[in-house]
């Protein structure tokens, strides 16, 4: 009887380091995922960075951000005047 009650009782302390186990091996791999997953967000940011320096630089030059500011806002100073050119279609060229 004493026997089947050790058995027993360690069959027990197995099952339960198994279920413990099994618990920290889930967790384990929620980890690796929330890493990929973290290291997939930096590598976007860290180009986005790169991309936001680049148009910094570009802006820092005055003829380029006069150059923007005219295209994308219709910018113009005074006296200038506006010209669209719009290209011809299909219609005119026949």
């Known amino acids: 009887m004493k026997k089947i009650l050790i058995i027993l009782s360690f069959g027990g302390v197995v099952a339960l380091l198994g279920y413990e186990l099994y618990g920290l091996s889930l967790e384990s791999l929620k980890a690796q995922v ?11 940011l860290i180009k986005d960075n790169e ?3 680049a ?8 003829h380029n951000l006069e150059k923007e500011l005219r295209s994308r806002f219709n910018v113009r100073l005074p006296g200038e005047k506006l010209i669209i050119v719009v290209p ?3 219609e005119a060229q026949q």
């Open 51 to 53: 991309a936001l320096r």
């Open 55 to 62: 148009d910094i630089k570009y802006f820092s030059d005055p």
């Open 34 to 44: 929330d890493f990929s997953n973290l290291n997939s967000e930096k590598q976007a």
């Open 88 to 90: 011809p279609t299909e």
